[in-house]
């Protein structure tokens, strides 16, 4: 998008307007729509691929979103854009003063929003022990702190959360995993703190450490995550429940099995198939991945299958965009469970870059889209496919597969609930997950899951320093303690379009 739409959808993205949901709850009597955007990446296969450690030659810039969240933090209040990760743990965002921030003077941050702990007299000092990676050294580094949080209508004290003196990214995250993937955890070895999920447990904000995410369909510009209830008009038919599989003896991931994929015709004509090649696997749900990632030889079937030409050189899979108006599906089967993924979904289309910061900071060409790379010989459109190999690596489901499903995560008895999305619903229903075992409403466990052998983390954003250098001096650490350098890479300046979405708390 071009800078003037960068202001334009700027002086929105802060609304904190509070909206009732038709709700059915014994003792719960409203619940508060927090706004959040959908952001389009230019270049989600060079996004996944730098978080999954693999390398990219060229890349293909297109449209793809991320999902973000309106909260505020500190007294008065900053108020801040926060990406949206049930991959990771900790909430954090950039001090004004963050190398990112500061870049050349083009003002990355200023739709993001940042923190400042002199501006704010709730501020506590916590640790100068934040550093946190995303598996190709890009993150953050800095202090732990705690501060009041508002979110909607709802106000939270004592929230910690990591302040990125160090940073690279202008966009801040809200992990909301297991508080067993906190950085504190993983690389401090200490005891883990009350992330925003559970903290709104321990607050009594809601019952149960649970949400539920709706993404619709790649058209919509809306959505919803819930903390503490399911919106049972968002699916079709009826919660079907899977346990969530430890890694290394742990709850920390969102992992369970694949146990079946097939391709429908649909009266289409594509042949309907059904494949068995890698499968049962393993599978991250993973909100922070854009596309999907599964076994290297079930995805060659998929592309025989849907003819998708591949290009190991740049990493990318190329289809033919007319595939988006065939009448078939992909369906991935989880036991009993079966989702099924339109066309519609899997292919996207390209798109240009045309932002300045982008150009400023990532030395690209402002062009767009490579001719060679916008259509095939015969002149037929070509578009991106939202499945890659995942070249021996855990499989993940990101967005391209996300948006198909309607899903709850119960963190509280580990397992996973899933249905069919009901794309584009007008109405909401929204009902409060309880305390104990079948908390979930409208949820059955499936009998006799199919539990596939995990033999590696599903590649957990959290890490120790992978490069260290001079430390940034700020009046802002209170610590005055050296902090890990993260190195700058080239996709930090990627372009922002902004779409309303809606993310919703359910309250007692």
Request: hydrophobic share 35%; net charge negative; with cysteine.
């Amino acid at each position: 998008m071009k800078n003037s739409v960068f202001l334009a959808l700027a002086s929105a993205l802060f609304g904190f307007n509070g909206a009732a949901l038709n709700f059915d709850s014994g003792s719960y009597s409203s619940a508060v729509r927090l706004p959040i955007q959908r952001r389009h990446v230019q270049d989600p296969v060079r996004r996944d691929a730098l978080r999954r450690r693999a390398p990219v030659s060229q890349t293909l810039d297109n449209e793809q979103t991320l999902y973000f969240a309106n909260i505020s933090l500190g007294t008065p209040a900053q108020n801040l854009r926060l990406h949206i990760d049930t991959g990771s743990s900790d909430l954090w965002c950039n001090s004004p003063s963050s190398v990112i921030c500061q870049y050349r003077g083009l003002g990355l941050c200023s739709v993001a929003g940042t923190y400042s702990a002199n501006d704010s007299s709730s501020y506590e000092y916590v640790s100068s022990n934040f550093n946190i990676s995303y598996e190709d050294g890009s993150g953050a580094s800095g202090d732990y702190a705690t501060d009041t949080v508002r979110i909607g209508n709802e106000e939270l004290t004592g929230l910690q959360f990591g302040i990125g003196y160090v940073s690279t990214s202008q966009e801040g995250v809200l992990g909301i995993g297991y508080t067993s993937n906190e950085v504190q955890v993983n690389y401090n070895n200490g005891r883990p703190y009350s992330n925003l999920p559970q903290l709104m447990v321990d607050r009594g904000t809601i019952q149960s450490n649970s949400y539920s995410l709706w993404l619709d369909d790649l058209e919509s510009s809306t959505g919803s995550i819930l903390f503490g209830g399911v919106d049972t008009d968002k699916f079709h038919g009826n919660l079907q429940t899977l346990p969530i599989q430890q890694v290394f003896n742990q709850f920390s991931e969102f992992i369970i099995t694949l146990s079946g994929l097939s391709v429908s015709g649909g009266g289409s004509s594509i042949r309907a198939q059904t494949f068995s090649d890698s499968l049962p696997t393993p599978v991250l749900l993973d909100s922070g991945s854009s596309l999907t990632y599964l076994p290297n030889v079930l995805v060659d079937d998929i592309y025989s299958a849907l003819s998708v030409q591949y290009s190991s050189k740049d990493q990318l899979a190329i289809v033919d965009c007319t595939l988006q108006d065939q009448n078939a599906t992909l369906d991935f089967a989880f036991t009993s469970i079966n989702i099924s993924v339109p066309m519609s979904e899997m292919v996207i289309q390209p798109q240009t870059i045309s932002d300045a910061s982008e150009l400023a900071v990532t030395g690209r060409n402002a062009t767009g889209v490579r001719k060679s790379r916008s259509s095939f010989g015969t002149g037929e459109s070509a578009c991106l496919f939202g499945i890659l190999p995942n070249s021996g690596e855990t499989s993940v489901l990101g967005d391209t597969w996300l948006r198909s499903a309607y899903v709850v995560y119960d963190l509280e008895n580990n397992e996973i609930s899933l249905a069919q999305t009901n794309f584009n619903a007008t109405t909401s229903h929204v009902v409060a997950i309880g305390t104990g075992d079948n908390s979930v409403p409208d949820a059955s466990a499936v009998p006799s899951p199919i539990q596939a052998t995990v033999t590696q983390a599903g590649g957990a954003r959290i890490s120790g320093p992978t490069s260290t250098g001079s430390s940034e001096s700020t009046s802002e650490s209170s610590s005055g303690a050296d902090m890990s350098v993260m190195p700058l890479p080239t996709h930090v300046g990627a372009a922002v379009g902004l779409a309303a979405v809606a993310v919703a708390f359910l309250f007692a």
